[in-house]
T-cell receptor, first 112, second 114 residues
Framework: RKEVEQDPGPFNVPEGATVAFNCTYS??????FFWYRQDCRKEPKLLMS???SGNEDGRFTAQLNRASQYISLLIRDSKLSDSATYLC?????????????FGKGNQVVVIP | DVKVTQSSRYLVKRTGEKVFLECVQD?????MFWYRQDPGLGLRLIYF???????EKGDIPEGYSVSREKKERFSLILESASTNQTSMYLC?????????????FGQGTRLTVV
């Protein structure tokens, strides 16, 4: 069973709309959750960490649902520049303190 | 800011060549990683290292080796390049320790083996 699963999409989003997607993780004892953004042909860059209390940064909101074992990312008022692939990352206890398990990413395409 | 630098953005090599991909980080991170990324397959871990001269196999180590002689530098070696090793290679580093798992990536090396 994979440590982390994401629906690859693509998620086609009209400009100005809200889009949300989830990332499920298999190990309930996982710690340290992150969302990364990856532009086409570039490296992943940290978008935000996901805390138990949730995290908000401008138009982006991340939440952790431990009971159902998923993290979510919501983008409000989508901009064309939000088009990218969003990777989730989780630290499962089987990986020790140092290694992350990455999902394959949710591809978001914002349409004018 | 953490900086992870990979030696080349683009590389073209011939089948059978020995290929070296270099990665340097400037934040005294304990952990360094080499991934490859292919369409539809996501990031796949090749090798990682928790300390100097220490290495651990990841999920797809076959055909690769690594070297970490200094803390800041982690090299990926393709002993005899093959066309199925054409890919985007990403180096990453992290501080290490509980709660310090955030990974920082280099800009990637797009390797084509012909």
């Amino acid at each position: 069973r994979k440590e982390v699963e994401q629906d690859p999409g693509p998620f086609n989003v009209p400009e100005g709309a809200t889009v949300a997607f989830n990332c499920t993780y298999s190990n309930s004892a996982s710690q340290s959750f992150f969302w990364y953004r990856q532009d086409c042909r570039k490296e992943p860059k940290l978008l935000m960490s996901v805390y138990s209390s949730g995290n908000e940064d401008g138009r982006f909101t991340a939440q952790l649902n431990r009971a159902s074992q998923y993290i979510s990312l919501l983008i409000r008022d989508s901009k064309l520049s939000d088009s990218a692939t969003y990777l989730c990352a989780v630290n499962p206890p089987t990986y020790g303190n140092n290694r992350l398990a990455f999902g394959k990413g949710n591809q978001v395409v914002v349409i004018p | 800011d953490v900086k992870v630098t990979q030696s080349s953005r683009y590389l073209v090599k011939r089948t059978g060549e020995k290929v070296f991909l270099e990665c340097v980080q400037d934040m005294d991170h304990e952990n360094m990683f080499w991934y490859r990324q292919d369409p539809g397959l996501g990031l796949r871990l090749i090798y990682f290292s928790y300390d100097v001269k220490m290495k651990e196999k990841g999920d797809i180590p076959e055909g690769y080796s690594v070297s970490r002689e200094k803390k800041e530098r982690f090299s990926l070696i393709l002993e005899s390049a093959s066309t199925n090793q054409t890919s985007m290679y990403l180096c990453a580093s992290s501080l290490g320790g509980a709660g310090d798992t955030e990974a920082f990536f280099g800009q990637g090396t797009r390797l084509t083996v012909v």
